[in-house]
């Protein structure tokens, strides 16, 4: 008697639990990625082959753009439990006699880069268009008579004792201002910084190579 074939069958997988696996890390991911927020001013910094990183926390950034105007950004630390955005702002408030709400302090610490006489920072702060919040970004006063980014700077160093200092300036910026920013620097004893760069492509070609 012949035998008996039973009909081939194709393996079959069921997919429903993956892709309900896969929309529980989508939506975890989106609910706990937070976004960066935009910079002061668009940079783009010159190329060198230096391979250093700057440290991704506990770093104080000045910014220059090419126009030569001056931004600045304290990080929160590591541990974003010490708040150190928020306790620059209570510093500088002390300094210039400001009051800060502690919703303005709150959305302050959770901000990024900023750039405008302290004068204006409550209403940068509160501004809810961002058109209006860019048009208050025309950089920090420099004025010999009211410095206002030396004391920026001076209060950044007692709050975070930690805080490396970093340069970040655009390509067309003209030497003459980070020089003013390198001197500032030192008149307030910070004589080790970092110049933020981008790493420079060396491309190889068949003749570059050994024989």
Do not use: C
């Amino acid at each position: 008697m012949p035998k008996i074939k039973h009909p081939a069958r194709s393996p079959h997988i069921d997919m429903t639990p993956m892709v309900d696996l896969f929309s529980l890390l989508l939506t975890f991911f989106m609910l706990t990625t937070s976004f960066r927020p935009q910079e002061a001013a668009p940079i783009e910094t010159p190329n060198s082959v230096s391979e250093k990183q700057a440290p991704d926390n506990d770093i104080m950034t000045i910014y220059i753009s090419k126009e030569g105007k001056v931004f600045f950004n304290i990080d929160n630390g590591q541990d974003t439990s010490t708040h150190f955005r928020i306790k620059l702002l209570e510093k500088m408030a002390e300094q210039y006699k400001l009051t800060f709400t502690p919703k303005e302090l709150d959305k302050f610490g959770k901000m990024s880069s900023f750039g405008m006489p302290i004068k204006n920072l409550k209403a940068w702060i509160d501004a809810e268009d961002p058109k209006e919040r860019d048009k208050l970004q025309v950089g920090i006063p420099m004025d010999s008579t009211d410095n206002q980014l030396a004391w920026w700077v001076r209060s950044a160093r007692i709050t975070n004792l930690s805080a490396e200092v970093a340069i970040k300036g655009d390509a067309e910026t003209d030497y003459t201002a980070v020089k003013k920013i390198m001197d500032l620097l030192q008149e307030n004893k910070v004589n080790k910084f970092n110049l933020v760069t981008n790493l420079q492509k060396d491309e190889v070609t068949l003749k570059d190579m050994p024989k």
